[in-house]
């Protein structure tokens, strides 16, 4: 399947955006190819700059990689109007859509929630030109030099304590105890268990204050797993989890459903190679294997009986802070 020309959301060019990718020295930006050139593809269709850095290049001093890429983005936010911060391994899947639909001016950063937990995604994220949200940014980074001397999962597990401690003044009580379960924390169990405290003082509110938390689903990217590569323009923007040396190859006769795959695999769904020359609002490139497009109805129910169980797995980790408090 190929999108024409007059597929593509064109609107009027109001803001300058740009999507940051920060690659750290030393990393094999190979493995990230066909993400970064649907990205790059992607910004030049819809007109937006495509930044692809290296963390080294910034005067970001943080040895953890992972908080030194939101110091970057923090420099680099005020020579835009808003960034769109991704991972190296999401790509685009749908160049119709565009940044601007997930952006609110009441709103100076945006989250979304992952899908298969409870945790607040730190890999991307929206940030608008504001000295809030710069400053947001710079602190986040600079959270590293208040890790806890404990297994604490680096700045995916770090966002919910920072976020908790900025955007919920009220909850000091309750924060506390939940870094208590964090300080505690040897393994993953333990930092989701702390995680799912978090999650409980924060409740099902997604906007707080300048800051905006979009629940499972609504985003702009979800995990290329959930549905086995299954797709569909109506509802997908991007996907996550595109590492070329975790591509496998689409089962040859094989009828593909939008149910769940193994979390490290994933099935391209372009055809062929990016021609980044070609890449215009005047031209379109993209074609598709058609075995990977699915209805959404079929996609969102899928999604919506993983996320019962996901909410399930919440509440026995809600059973396991009271052994980590030792006070069962």
């Not at 290049?57 to 911060?85: E, G, Q, S, W």
């Not at 629940?215 to 797993?225: C, E, L, Q, V």
Request: proline share 3%; glycine share 6%.
């Amino acid at each position: 399947m190929k999108f024409t020309e007059n597929s593509y959301n064109f609107g009027a060019k109001s803001r300058k955006i740009a999507i940051v990718v920060v690659i750290t020295a030393g990393t094999s930006q190979e493995n990230y190819e066909i993400a970064i050139k649907s990205v790059q593809c992607y910004a030049k269709i819809q007109g937006y700059d495509f930044l692809r850095v290296m963390d080294d290049k910034f005067n970001c001093n943080h040895k953890d990689k992972f908080f030194r890429r939101h110091c970057v983005a923090a420099k680099i936010l005020p020579k835009y109007d808003a960034i769109l911060f991704l991972d190296a391994d999401i790509g685009v899947v749908n160049p119709k859509k565009r940044i601007e639909e997930y952006m609110d001016d009441n709103i100076d950063v945006t989250f979304y929630d992952r899908f298969y937990n409870w945790e607040i995604m730190a890999g991307s994220y929206i940030a608008r030109n504001t000295p809030y949200a710069v400053k947001l940014l710079k602190d986040f980074a600079d959270y590293e030099y208040q890790l806890p001397n404990s297994f604490h999962g680096t700045d995916n597990g770090a966002i919910h304590l920072f976020l908790a401690k900025q955007l919920l003044p009220n909850a000091s009580v309750e924060i506390e105890n939940c870094e208590k379960i964090y300080k505690k924390s040897v393994d993953f169990v333990d930092v989701f268990t702390y995680e799912a405290c978090i999650r409980s003082i924060f409740g099902v509110s997604e906007k707080f204050g300048k800051v905006r938390i979009l629940k499972k689903g609504t985003g702009w990217a979800r995990d290329d797993w959930l549905s086995s590569g299954i797709w569909n323009q109506e509802r997908d923007f991007m996907l996550h989890g595109w590492k070329m040396n975790q591509l496998v190859e689409v089962p040859e006769g094989e009828k593909i459903s939008p149910t769940r795959m193994k979390t490290d695999q994933w099935y391209n769904p372009f055809l062929g190679p990016f021609d980044i020359s070609k890449c215009s609002p005047q031209n379109a490139t993209w074609q598709y294997d058609v075995r990977l497009i699915g209805t959404r109805q079929a996609i969102e129910k899928n999604l919506l009986d993983f996320e019962k169980e996901v909410a399930l797995e919440q509440l026995k980790s809600f059973s396991r802070i009271l052994n980590l408090l030792g006070l069962k």
